[in-house]
């Protein structure tokens, strides 16, 4: 069976260096929709610049375009045996058409990772990042903006998928929670 996962949680939660490890030890892609849409926009592409004002203002995509990126991403070979999904979903109608593409696959989610960190901590680890156009209020607005949304927790909570992870952790003892979370998904 596909390990199909995917990770919620704030910015500066630790999502990506975890989203690498667990791809990294079960050999299935990490993929991270911000990072699609960032490499579309530095290329140029006809989708890149569609979204490009939108990624300046660090405002969310519409549905429609992050979903295709999504779709056509997940049609690639090398997510037969899986994925990590970042960044994705960030809204409810988002979940749903995940779910109805992993559907015609004959698949479905092992599991929802919810990192949970509180937001003072996660300003502080953004500000300590600091990429170059971070300000402390670009920051504020990024924690703003993609908080997650509670009625897409409730969604996977309902399904039984969900797990929270105590990501105010250090890296070693995070991945040693999610390595836990992942056997028990995958033993289901
Ligand atoms: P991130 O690297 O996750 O912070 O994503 C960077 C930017 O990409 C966000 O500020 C959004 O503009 C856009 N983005 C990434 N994923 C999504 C998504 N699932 N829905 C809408 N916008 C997204």
């Not at 779709?71 to 109608?93: I, S």
């Not at 559907?103 to 960190?117: N, Y």
């Not at 927790?153 to 105590?166: D, N, P, T």
Request: no cysteine; proline share 4%; hydrophobic share 45%.
């Amino acid at each position: 069976m596909p390990l199909d996962v995917v990770i919620l949680g704030p910015p500066g939660a630790g999502k990506g260096t975890q989203a690498e490890r667990i791809a990294a030890e079960a050999g299935i892609p990490h993929i991270n929709t911000g990072a699609i849409l960032r490499a579309e926009r530095d290329a140029g592409t006809e989708l890149g610049r569609a979204v490009e004002a939108v990624l300046a203002r660090g405002d969310l995509v519409s549905d429609e375009i992050v979903i295709a990126v999504v779709r056509d991403r997940l049609a690639e070979d090398d997510t037969a045996r899986g994925f990590v999904l970042e960044g994705f979903p960030r809204t409810l109608p988002q979940a749903e058409a995940l779910d109805a593409m992993l559907a015609t696959l004959d698949r479905e989610l092992s599991v929802v990772l919810e990192f949970q960190i509180s937001e003072a901590l996660a300003f502080e680890r953004l500000l300590k990042r600091g990429r170059k156009d971070d300000t402390p209020e670009t920051i504020r607005h990024r924690i703003e903006v993609q908080r997650v949304p509670e009625e897409l927790v409730e969604y996977y909570r309902a399904r039984g998928i969900l797990v929270g992870i105590h990501a105010d952790r250090t890296i070693d003892e995070v991945f040693a929670e999610v390595e836990d979370v992942l056997e028990t998904a995958a033993a289901r």
